[in-house]
């Protein structure tokens, strides 16, 4: 008997998709004054990453935030990337604001062909992103 390989996961598909879950719930601007978002994606990694095995996915990435300025470089990177693949838009010069430019068709599509079961994805920005959270932070909003 053989055990199946682990799927690869990039950082680049994790961030998409919780951007396009998130557009699904009609978030369609992100700030990042300050460093929430990136504890936010933060934590949402390490709910993925204590799921792996189970979901037999290999992960070839890290994300966290950095001790001194908490910002994830490894987000900032995935976003940049994003934004050349059409997947998001900054428009200020500071990286303040980035803005979803995935439709629900797209965001569907992304989520159907992603690595990570679409039910996990939801079930991650439910508890990070959406609504209140278990520290009664409001979380992300939609449409602005």
């Given at each position: 008997?053989?055990?199946?390989?682990?799927?690869?996961v990039?950082?680049?598909e994790?961030?998409?998709?919780?951007?396009?879950?998130l557009?699904?719930?009609d978030?369609?601007?992100?700030?990042?004054?300050?460093?929430?978002?990136?504890?936010r994606f933060?934590?949402?990694y390490?709910?993925?990453r204590?799921q792996r095995s189970?979901l037999?996915?290999?992960?070839?990435?890290?994300?966290?935030?950095?001790?001194y300025?908490?910002?994830?470089?490894t987000?900032?990177?995935?976003i940049?990337?994003?934004?050349e693949q059409?997947?998001?838009?900054?428009?200020?010069?500071?990286?303040?604001t980035?803005?979803?430019?995935?439709d629900?068709?797209?965001?569907?599509y992304f989520?159907?062909?992603?690595?990570?079961?679409r039910?996990?994805?939801t079930?991650i920005?439910n508890?990070?992103?959406i609504?209140?959270?278990?520290d009664?932070q409001q979380?992300?909003?939609?449409?602005?």
């Amino acid at each position: 008997m053989t055990t199946q390989e682990a799927t690869l996961v990039t950082a680049t598909e994790f961030v998409t998709d919780i951007l396009c879950e998130l557009a699904l719930h009609d978030v369609k601007k992100l700030r990042l004054v300050d460093t929430m978002q990136d504890r936010r994606f933060e934590k949402a990694y390490e709910m993925l990453r204590e799921q792996r095995s189970r979901l037999n996915i290999a992960l070839d990435f890290s994300l966290a935030t950095n001790p001194y300025h908490g910002d994830s470089s490894t987000l900032r990177e995935a976003i940049y990337g994003l934004r050349e693949q059409g997947v998001v838009s900054i428009n200020n010069p500071s990286f303040k604001t980035v803005e979803v430019q995935v439709d629900r068709d797209d965001a569907d599509y992304f989520l159907t062909k992603s690595s990570i079961p679409r039910h996990v994805v939801t079930q991650i920005v439910n508890c990070v992103f959406i609504g209140e959270g278990m520290d009664g932070q409001q979380r992300v909003t939609s449409a602005n």
